[in-house]
T-cell receptor
């Protein structure tokens, strides 16, 4: 059973467009992480959000943690081809973080 | 370079064999993990281990066993390999759960 549901599962957009992907759960998490994974590599940590309502920015990427700490969103402004990849959210859990199934983003030139 | 490194990158073996995957981290992290990523890219926790405690995901068959010679290493041993064990296995480490993980680049295991 997955604790975290990510949507959409697949997203294909043109370079320059904006997009938002979502991570939802019925469980409360003490923290939530976003990772990006490229083919043949392990996930790379982008950000950790801890406080309900928290917003963090990483260049063109904006991450928000829901007030109830059950959900999160990732917004990308003016997407670039280099943003292509699998975006994973994860929530702290035992014995290790529980991951969503990911959103596969393709940015076309 | 500071990192989590795992070997081998690729492993092809026959059903019934026993194999090991090695993992080392030089980040000074206290906790290490093994994850399995299936063909649909879903990451599933198998074990977490720090120098005091091993926590096992109850769904993991006992053919899988982690072994840690020291704080910087957590190796994965798999006995009597089955076709369904084919997947990519990732090692990871963290200083604190809330800080997120550093992952290795993965080992693609193919059982034939």
């Amino acid at each position: 059973t997955q604790l975290l549901e990510q949507s959409p599962q697949f997203l294909s957009i043109q370079e320059g467009e904006n997009l938002t992907v979502y991570c939802n759960s019925s469980s409360v998490f003490s923290s939530l992480q976003w990772y990006r994974q490229e083919p043949g590599e392990g996930p790379v940590l982008l950000v950790t959000v801890v406080t309900g309502g928290e917003v963090k920015k990483l260049k063109r990427l904006t991450f928000q943690f829901g007030d109830a700490r059950k959900d999160s969103s990732l917004h990308i402004t003016a997407a670039q081809t280099g943003d292509t990849g699998l975006y994973l959210c994860a929530g702290a859990y035992i014995p290790g973080s529980s991951f969503g199934a990911g959103t596969r983003l393709t940015v076309k030139p | 370079d500071t990192a989590v490194s795992q070997t081998p990158k690729y492993l092809v073996t026959q059903m019934g064999n026993d194999k090991s995957i090695k993992c080392e981290q030089n980040l000074g992290h206290d906790t290490m993990y093994w994850y399995k990523q299936d063909s649909k890219k879903f990451l599933k926790i198998m074990f977490s281990y720090n120098n005091k405690e091993l926590i096992i995901n109850e769904t993991v068959p006992n053919r899988f066993s982690p072994k840690s010679p020291d704080k910087a290493h957590l190796n994965l041993h798999i006995n009597s390999l089955e076709l369904g064990d084919s997947a990519v296995y990732f090692c990871a480490s963290s200083q604190r759960e809330d800080y997120g993980y550093t992952f290795g680049s993965g080992t693609r295991l193919t059982v034939v």
